[in-house]
């Protein structure tokens, strides 16, 4: 079974903090996604990555950040938090050559910045 | 630009009778499309895809079927059951891309 764990389910920061958040998945995928989940607006891409060292924007990069350093670990980062970043960001990966290459969740991680 | 349109945000369906969800695309090259499932405060969970060289895929109670030149598909839940209720999200690719898109997600609510 695929696991992407995230390294917390809850945050609270305030508006102008640096905020790490972090993923890990433990089945070798090439490819791992931040999204952002907000009511009627679906999932929204971040950033994603197909390899180590290697990014690429999503929809939605402004005020983001990503760094891979190893296969397992996807870190979102948030520059400077401001409010309108509050939201539930989810973690996913996947393996690079599967037919659908469906991807993997993990449970999400609900930011609030006050 | 809203590439993937699920135009229903929510659904009722009686428990035992079928529940079908809906999803339109406007980008001609996608070729996978998926379906997830979500409940709340967890991450989405993958459902079950078709490629575009198909026109019905199948598993257990949950059938997706793929109309191309209508840019169409639909998710049929048959017999519905309470565990059924969660937001479903469908998604798609093209056959060269990693990303996704996602619909904006529709909440099935099944009544007992």
């Known amino acids: 079974d695929v696991k992407v764990t995230q390294s917390s389910r809850y945050l609270v920061k305030r508006t102008g903090e640096k905020v790490f958040l972090e993923c890990v998945q433990d089945?070798?995928?090439?490819?791992m996604f931040w999204y952002r989940q907000d009511p009627g607006l679906g999932l929204r891409l971040i950033y994603f990555s197909y390899d180590v060292k290697m990014k690429e924007k999503g929809d939605i990069p402004e005020g983001y950040s990503v760094s891979r350093e190893k296969k397992e670990r996807f870190s979102l980062i948030l520059e400077s938090a401001s409010t309108n970043q509050t939201s539930m960001y989810l973690c996913a990966s996947s393996l690079g050559t599967s037919g659908s290459r469906e991807q993997y969740f993990g449970p999400g991680t609900r930011l609030t910045v006050t | 630009d809203q590439q993937v349109k699920q135009n229903s945000p929510s659904l009722s369906v009686q428990e035992g009778r079928i529940s079908i969800l809906n999803c339109d695309y406007t980008n001609s090259m996608f070729d996978y499309f998926l379906w997830y499932k979500k409940y709340p405060a967890e991450g989405p969970t993958f459902l079950i895809s078709?490629?575009?060289?198909?026109d019905k895929n199948e598993d257990g109670r949950f059938t997706v079927f793929l109309n191309k030149s209508a840019k169409h598909l639909s998710l049929h839940i048959v017999p519905s059951q309470p565990g059924d209720s969660a937001v479903y999200f469908c998604?798609?690719?093209?056959?060269?891309?990693?990303?996704?898109?996602f619909g904006t997600g529709t909440r099935l609510t099944i009544i007992p």
């Open positions: 998604a798609a690719r093209g056959s060269t891309n990693e990303k996704l898109t």
């Open positions: 089945m070798d995928h090439e490819n």
């Open positions: 078709i490629s575009s060289i198909k």
